[in-house]
């Protein structure tokens, strides 16, 4: 019943910028926070984002902070992650995850997960 369906992943020129959505069904939406993962090619799944259930607090990596932006809209079912000044050690399948009441980057914690979507910077 629950799906979490990620879009706008592609190819894009370093310096360049792609916008990530994350459309949730299934779910009460407004009493999840939702996270970003990402797991490039030989590498195990990283944290990137969080957002807890109303918007109001965030958590980024390191890696991407100053760079990425992670924000949601209730009304839409929907979490995005604005990415910009992309590297090519930006390149991974990006994850989305919703937890019950949950904000942070322990996978565990997360009750649901998306597909994927590939994101690919190139130099």
């Known amino acids: 019943q629950v799906q979490l369906v990620e879009s706008g992943g592609g190819l894009v020129q370093a310096g360049g910028s792609l916008r990530l959505s994350c459309a949730a069904s299934g779910l009460t939406f407004n009493t999840y926070g939702m996270g970003w993962f990402r797991q490039a090619p030989g590498n195990e799944r990283e944290f990137v984002a969080t957002?807890?259930?109303?918007?109001?607090?965030?958590y980024y990596v390191d890696s991407v902070k100053g760079r990425f932006t992670i924000s949601r809209d209730n009304a839409k079912n929907t979490v995005y992650l604005q990415m910009n000044s992309l590297k090519p050690e930006d390149t991974a399948v990006y994850y989305c995850?919703?937890?019950?009441?949950?904000?942070?980057?322990?996978?565990?914690?997360?009750?649901?997960w998306g597909q994927g979507t590939q994101v690919t910077v190139s130099s």
């Open positions: 957002i807890n259930w109303s918007g109001g607090r965030t």
């Open positions: 995850a919703a937890g019950k009441y949950y904000i942070g980057s322990y996978q565990g914690n997360y009750d649901y």
